[in-house]
């Protein structure tokens, strides 16, 4: 008897948690759809090496074109697919961002969601065909409340950005979908989680990247907001991990995936620098233009019931994860110092004082 088949479908896909939850999936037999937005160029390079030509046979993997903005294309795809298990890890998820761009962050993070929900509750009603569904929730629906830290699934929310506005609207409507129609719809609330395919606008990886430049000659300062902000910072390849396991659970629920530890961006500048021998005091400077207009200073998780329930842990320590990020970084500066030696130019933005 052959076994039941098991079929992902992923908004986000080319985004850090999209290709490290890819590869988990395919390493476990999937066959896995992520969805990428049509642009002018590419923007597959973080699962690039998991990637077959869709037409070779025995292709796991395989991309589709759309949009959390389009609807249709959206019911579209659900009904091409018909996968076992939807993860709506898209979104526009930078917070600062959120504040320049209000309106389609909560029309691509909050709407869209929505947008997915309802193809997933269409396609099943119509078909009969069960769908298993994640939905990318956030710390920073909690907010600036620190005086809830840490803060569990039964801490108030409290969100202080746009984006944490429209994350909060897909959490709980992914929450009323499950108990309005009984669809079997899983919250993950995630706490910061980093990688060395962090985005290089987000804190961490900036000052990653800029160890890397400096160590290499091709920067002299990193210019930062608040460093006395403290966040509880994970390694996105355990996150992924309690993803997967959210839904393969008989009863769907929600779940805080955090480490539960907290450290502040100095602390985090400190050890990054510190692992390639540098005093972070020699480089980094605070500028008014990274403060946000609301600002969160703690957020600090509390994982208890994924580690009652799911039986998960995380695996990768704080100084763990800042060695790795840095020792990528450190190799990517390398090979940009070469080209640069050599007589090519850089590409925009390598070597700029950010």
């Not at 076992?84 to 930078?94: D, M, R």
Request: charge should be negative; proline fraction near 4%.
């Amino acid at each position: 008897m052959s076994e039941a088949r098991q079929c992902a479908l992923i908004t986000g896909i080319t985004g850090q948690d999209g290709s490290y939850l890819a590869e988990l999936l395919l390493d476990k037999g999937y066959e896995v759809h992520g969805i990428i937005r049509r642009s002018s160029s590419f923007n597959t390079e973080r699962i690039d090496h998991i990637y077959q030509d869709p037409h070779e046979t025995g292709s796991n993997l395989k991309l589709h074109y759309g949009d959390l903005t389009d609807a249709n294309g959206l019911a579209r795809l659900v009904s091409q697919v018909s996968p076992t298990e939807v993860y709506n890890i898209g979104a526009q998820s930078h917070v600062k961002v959120s504040f320049e761009q209000p309106i389609y962050t909560g029309d691509a993070t909050g709407i869209g969601a929505a947008k997915l929900l309802e193809a997933v509750r269409e396609y099943q009603d119509d078909t009969g065909h069960t769908i298993r569904y994640y939905q990318a929730s956030t710390s920073e629906m909690f907010g600036g409340m620190p005086e809830t830290a840490p803060q569990s699934e039964d801490t108030p929310f409290h969100p202080r950005s746009p984006y944490g506005v429209a994350k909060l609207y897909a959490h709980w409507l992914t929450v009323n979908y499950r108990e309005s129609y009984n669809l079997h719809a899983s919250c993950g609330i995630l706490f910061n989680h980093e990688s060395p395919r962090r985005g290089e606008t987000f804190v961490t990886r900036k000052i990653t990247r800029a160890v890397g430049r400096i160590k290499q000659g091709l920067q002299t300062k990193l210019y930062l907001g608040n460093l006395d902000a403290k966040r509880d910072w994970g390694y996105a390849g355990d996150y992924v991990e309690q993803m997967w396991m959210m839904l393969q659970q008989e009863t769907p629920d929600d779940y805080v995936v955090a480490t539960g530890e907290t450290h502040t961006v100095r602390e985090f500048c400190e050890r990054a620098f510190g692992h390639v021998g540098l005093d972070y005091n020699d480089y980094v400077e605070i500028d008014p233009r990274y403060f946000r207009p609301a600002e969160v200073d703690l957020l600090l998780g509390d994982p208890t019931k994924a580690k009652e329930k799911l039986g998960w842990v995380p695996r990768t320590s704080f100084s763990e994860l800042v060695e790795m990020m840095v020792d990528h970084d450190l190799e990517l500066a390398a090979r940009e110092k070469t080209l640069r030696d050599a007589g090519h130019k850089l590409p925009a933005g390598i070597g700029h004082e950010n």
